[in-house]
């Protein structure tokens, strides 16, 4: 049980008469990347609303490093170091890029009313900090020299960087990525999971929904397959490769 | 009537009418809350003034209470309206304005109903004419007005303000990234109905008294179209368009004195408040002067020594 990171036990989560998630338990260790694949509409992005609690289970329950975490409001959840970059970019695109990373860093001073005006030395202090690690992440995503662009100007491919970049901000413990090399091209794509292993390989735990197998399978140590919203089957990569069953899943044979 | 007295009279309305929209600037222009309802905090503050200072309570007691009770009755306002989708709070909070104002005007036992009351100025020298009358209320609401400016521009730059665009930008992907939105909401409605609540008792403490009929629902649109005219997220912008929107109204109010026109133009004016709101959403979205970023000195410095760091190394 210690080393669970993340338990996610017969959770349910249905929309109408739909079952988006049905019964899905599974575990995340820490460190390492573990993948999540499936046709689309399997429930993997419903899984991971779950998870952040923009979706509260119908049944089930999720633990997070032991603690039950189903009926935390969002940023809550967050706080613990549960971080998420969406799918789809969801920037706050009037302000720049290195403020949308401040925005994301976790545990800031002067994100309180009081502290940020009558404690100011103290904020301005730690927010130092925030800047050199925001442009080392940013260096990293390969933004800095967008830093000060509105977010609102940066193209589709840099948007999901920028996405990803603000979520490493919060220093997760265990980050969720729903497709995060889908529309930026193949080159850093495989570079930004290479990334990713340097820093998971420093206790960082990684759940990754992604259709570009050949990168997801390269990095990651352990795959969960969803289909029709229930966890069809797992393993090492290569298992899954050799498992006839997974093609049918993905591509619809019988 | 003496015509500097005019001058003197539109400056302090340029004052009061700042305060007001700087504190829907906070709500709307940074925090993204479409207050349809901030003559309600007015009201309330004129109302708390106008009974306390019947009771001898010095005036800077009766503007701090002003303050404090308009805050209380933003944070009751907060915890239903912030469940409600923007529209819909738009909608609740512009009922509870004429809830409020009809309440004052039909219980004539809280403040003379409909006849009001009167309200003693806050500071009154024996004899003093006209002109330093109004000098001294241009010194009083300057000053609240200067305190206003200062705390909200201090709160925009600061992390607390970054917070609150973030969550006027998207407020799921704020709170993901662990911002509480419902308390930076409720905050931004105290903080601001506090300021709009100090506004209304500088109002009719220098009307001398307070009236149903002075917290119609125009006084709410006329300060969204001073936030929208200067550019909302723009403190600067805000406090523009507030002196061109008052010299506009006060100015057809004095020019229908010396100029004999077939309608009266205080009714056209609305008329064209209207098509003015229409022609800058229209044309100029982001108001006269557009948002300011964040300004960060401590960003820049860390940026620029960066890079000349950098290509000393190469």
Redesign the interface.
Do not use: C
């Given at each position: 049980m210690e080393d669970v990171l993340l338990r996610v036990k017969e959770v349910s989560k249905h929309f109408g008469g739909v079952y988006a998630v049905n019964g899905v338990s599974l575990d995340i260790n820490h460190g390492g990347i573990c993948g999540l694949v499936g046709p689309n509409g399997s429930g993997k992005t419903t899984l991971f609303n779950t998870i952040?609690?923009?979706h509260k289970p119908d049944q089930g329950e999720i633990y997070f490093q032991n603690e039950s975490i189903s009926h935390l409001?969002?940023?809550k959840?967050?706080?613990r170091g549960l971080?998420?970059a969406?799918q789809i970019p969801?920037?706050?695109?009037?302000?720049?890029v290195?403020?949308?990373m401040?925005?994301?860093a976790?545990g800031?001073?002067?994100?309180?009313?009081f502290?940020?005006?009558f404690l100011?030395a103290r904020?301005?202090e730690q927010?130092?900090g925030l800047?050199?690690q925001a442009?080392d992440i940013l260096e990293l995503v390969e933004l800095e020299p967008w830093?000060?662009t509105?977010a609102a100007e940066l193209s589709g491919g840099q948007r999901k960087l920028l996405e990803l970049g603000?979520a490493l901000m919060?220093k997760p413990r265990l980050l969720l990525l729903d497709e995060p090399a889908a529309g930026i091209n193949p080159v850093l794509g495989k570079k930004i999971f290479q990334k990713l292993q340097a820093l998971s390989a420093n206790g960082l735990a990684l759940f990754v929904v992604e259709h570009r197998l050949e990168i997801l399978f390269e990095f990651a140590s352990w795959v969960y397959v969803m289909d029709k919203g229930t966890i069809a089957f797992a393993g090492h990569p290569q298992a899954i490769i050799d498992n006839p069953a997974f093609y049918a899943i993905y591509l619809g044979e019988e | 009537m003496d015509p500097l007295l005019y001058v003197l009279d539109l400056i302090v309305f340029i004052g009061i009418f700042g305060m007001v929209s700087l504190s829907l600037n906070l709500e709307f222009g940074f925090a993204g809350l479409a207050n349809f309802g901030k003559v309600a905090f007015f009201l309330i503050g004129a109302y708390t003034y106008a009974l306390l200072s019947q009771t001898g309570v010095p005036f800077y007691f009766c503007l701090i209470a002003s303050a404090i009770v308009s805050a209380v009755f933003g944070l009751l306002i907060s915890l239903p309206a912030l469940r409600l989708r923007a529209d819909y709070l738009a909608i609740a909070v512009l009922a509870f304005g004429e809830i409020l104002r009809l309440i004052v005007k039909s219980e004539d036992w809280l403040a003379g109903g409909d006849w009001g009351v009167t309200v003693a100025p806050a500071i009154s020298i024996a004899g003093a004419s006209h002109r330093v009358d109004a000098l001294i209320n241009i010194g009083l609401v300057y000053f609240c007005l200067l305190i206003c400016f200062l705390l909200i521009q201090l709160l925009a730059n600061s992390p607390y303000g970054r917070a609150i665009r973030a969550i006027r930008e998207d407020e799921v992907a704020a709170e993901v990234l662990g911002k509480d939105r419902a308390k930076f909401k409720a905050q931004a409605l105290m903080l601001g109905s506090a300021m709009a609540g100090v506004a209304g008792g500088l109002y009719v403490q220098y009307q001398y008294s307070v009236l149903p009929g002075m917290f119609m629902p125009m006084i709410t649109f006329t300060v969204w179209i001073m936030v929208l005219l200067g550019g909302p997220g723009n403190n600067w912008g805000v406090l523009l368009g507030a002196t061109l929107v008052e010299v506009f109204e006060r100015g057809t109010n004095i020019a229908k004195d010396y100029f004999v026109l077939p309608i009266d133009p205080s009714n056209l004016q609305y008329i064209l408040f209207g098509a003015l709101i229409i022609f800058v959403l229209l044309y100029r979205p982001q108001g006269l002067l557009k948002e300011s970023t964040i300004r960060s000195k401590a960003q820049r410095l860390a940026y620029y020594g960066r890079r000349a760091a950098k290509s000393k190394g190469s």
């Open positions: 952040l609690g923009l409001a969002p940023h959840i967050y706080e971080v998420n969406f969801r920037l706050f695109y009037s302000l720049s290195m403020d949308n401040l925005v994301a976790r800031q001073q002067g994100d309180r009313l502290n940020s005006l100011r904020w301005q927010e130092k800047i050199e442009l830093a000060f509105p603000r919060a | -």
